[in-house]
T-cell receptor, first 110, second 112 residues
Framework: EAGVAQSPRYKIIEKRQSVAFWCNPI?????LYWYQQILGQGPKLLIQ????????DSQLPKDRFSAERLKGVDSTLKIQPAKLEDSAVYLC????????FGPGTRLTVL | RKEVEQDPGPFNVPEGATVAFNCTYS??????FFWYRQDCRKEPKLLMS???SGNEDGRFTAQLNRASQYISLLIRDSKLSDSATYLC?????????????FGQGTILTVHP
């Protein structure tokens, strides 16, 4: 069974630039999550979708972060403009019951 | 106070040792509890669920004390391959769309 796919795997940008990440969940999984994992910390939930509706975005910095899940399948997470403190791994996960994580996108902001 | 707190370690143990990790959570409304494992530069993967009655999976035993809001993971007969970060996870709401909150993780290194 194919897992959660994410791209790109690595991204290096300068502060104030924009960046977008893409996630394709496991087929049939209605719930999709984006997490931010800073080095040395556990993943922190940024946003949760149920199909194409937002369930929880309470920890999403909405002044610079946005996410969408058109058609209830793939999702994109965007940061505009990026700050140094956004350097982290961005993990996408999907679930029916158990959450399965993708490999993540490692973002470095210089 | 963080919602989920773990001792970050690192724990350095020899092969064959028994090691225990602890985790506390602050929200008494939390409903489900898990341990995840995360290898270096990899994504987290579910290790096991944690039940009030305690549960065992091979060399791994998980315990939950709701009254004390405390979760533990015991690893017996440690293997080199057990070296990883162990994440305590607490869920509010149903597991199918509940909100997962992760602890910062406990680093385990098993050496020969």
């Amino acid at each position: 069974e194919a897992g959660v796919a994410q791209s790109p795997r690595y991204k290096i940008i300068e502060k104030r630039q924009s960046v977008a990440f893409w996630c394709n969940p496991i087929s049939g999984h209605a719930t999709l999550y984006w997490y931010q994992q800073i080095l040395g910390q556990g993943p922190k939930l940024l946003i949760q979708f149920q199909n194409n509706g937002v369930v929880d975005d309470s920890q999403l910095p909405k002044d610079r972060f946005s996410a969408e899940r058109l058609k209830g399948v793939d999702s994109t997470l965007k940061i505009q403009p990026a700050k140094l403190e956004d350097s982290a791994v961005y993990l996408c996960a999907s679930s029916l019951v158990e959450q399965f994580f993708g490999p993540g996108t490692r973002l470095t902001v210089l | 106070r963080k919602e989920v707190e773990q001792d970050p370690g690192p724990f350095n143990v020899p092969e064959g040792a028994t090691v225990a990790f602890n985790c506390t959570y602050s929200n008494s409304a939390s409903q489900s509890f898990f341990w995840y494992r995360q290898d270096c530069r990899k994504e987290p993967k579910l290790l096991m669920s944690v039940y009030s009655s305690g549960n065992e999976d091979g060399r791994f035993t998980a315990q939950l004390n709701r009254a004390s809001q405390y979760i533990s993971l015991l690893i017996r007969d440690s293997k080199l391959s057990d070296s990883a970060t162990y994440l305590c996870v607490v869920v509010r709401g149903g597991t199918s769309y509940g909100k997962l909150t992760f602890g910062q993780g406990t680093i385990l290194t098993v050496h020969p």
